[in-house]
């Protein structure tokens, strides 16, 4: 992500700025001197305001759609605007009593939790939410078991500390084994590794060539699991939010948007900037920082939520660059705590 450049402007250039945005986000209509004066307290004369407000478009903070119109913010002044003038928001006790409610009876199944999590999320924010799913690569497994199913083959069941349970069927020929001896032989050589480090786990010589054929089979399952590390599942909600906004009332525009949501790898790109990031923290793209060129029109809030205070994954709304910003950090950062929380209880369960 390429942050916009942003040039210093005095207080009251920074009110106006900060009235524009409040405005046009509440109404979607560009914003004249008037409008401020009559319903803003800045203490200056329309004329004052008129000026300011054409020194702040010639900074690049403002734009004028139409000749006749009113201003809008800018890119950089959103950026501006979400950097420096922005008043932390806040999710209502009542409201976060209502979203773990309503979170609390979903903990049996990961999928079901990120689809249950992104709804709520784009309730509270009002715009489109994507998470995904989380990622395995710095998992830990939990547990590992086998299940004869056939002759020579096994089922594989594998549960990760982050909540994810992964399944495949194997070829292995476990003789006169039992299954259960089987499940703890591979529990003693493979439970609490990372999935990179259980890759690199070999039978002993001496082992019987059952065992050995076993491990080398899961490893193998394992190895896979791994090295598809970077096509994780991405859940997306609320897209009807995006239909109701004014800026997408043209269809090409929707089409674009809507297309982007459906595609994973294009999704990732717009993740990137907030998952490579190691900070903790709500992270904002706006407008023209955004790498996926459909995109230029929307902004995405995102952040990283935690499963045993490791980074499993990324939740956030896209929406239009006219965006309550306070509210949308505000439930994106709650949204991610409240995942993290709860995916952390599903691990240890």
């Not at 083959?153 to 020929?173: C, P, T």
């Not at 499940?183 to 002993?204: D, F, V």
């Amino acid at each position: 992500m390429t942050t916009l450049p942003i040039a210093p402007i005095d207080h009251r250039k920074q009110i106006i700025l900060k009235a524009v945005v409040t405005d046009y986000v509440r109404t979607a209509d560009p914003v004249g001197s008037h409008t401020l004066m009559t319903q803003y307290s800045l203490g200056v004369k329309s004329a004052t305001i008129r000026n300011e407000m054409a020194e702040l478009s010639e900074m690049g903070y403002l734009r004028q759609p139409h000749t006749s119109a009113g201003r809008v913010p800018s890119d950089m002044g959103y950026r501006l605007y979400v950097d420096r003038l922005m008043e932390a928001g806040g999710i209502a006790c009542a409201e976060a009593a209502q979203v773990r409610r309503k979170l609390a009876a979903r903990r049996a199944e990961v999928d079901v939790i990120l689809e249950q999590t992104c709804r709520v999320l784009s309730d509270l924010a009002h715009h489109a939410s994507v998470a995904t799913h989380p990622m395995i690569k710095d998992a830990h497994v939990s547990h590992i078991s086998v299940a004869r199913v056939g002759r020579d083959k096994l089922l594989a069941v594998l549960v990760l500390d982050n909540g994810r349970v992964l399944h495949e069927f194997i070829q292995s020929d476990l003789g006169g084994i039992d299954p259960v001896v089987a499940t703890n032989y591979l529990m003693e050589k493979l439970a609490g590794l990372t999935l990179e480090s259980a890759t690199a786990i070999e039978a002993l010589p001496q082992e019987s060539p059952q065992f050995r054929g076993l491990l080398s089979a899961v490893v193998e399952f394992v190895r896979r699991e791994f090295e598809s590390v970077e096509e994780t599942d991405i859940t997306t909600e609320g897209a009807g939010y995006i239909v109701q906004q004014p800026e997408f009332r043209d269809a090409t525009r929707l089409e674009a948007i809507l297309s982007i949501l459906e595609q994973r790898r294009a999704l990732y790109r717009l993740f990137s900037s907030v998952m490579t990031s190691s900070a903790r923290g709500v992270t904002v793209v706006i407008g023209r920082e955004n790498p996926l060129e459909e995109m230029r029109d929307c902004s995405f809030v995102g952040a990283r939520y935690r499963i045993h205070d490791r980074p499993a994954g990324t939740i956030g709304v896209l929406g239009p660059t006219r965006m309550d910003y306070p509210r949308a950090v505000s439930a994106v950062d709650f949204m991610a705590r409240s995942l993290g929380e709860i995916l952390t209880a599903l691990s240890v369960a």
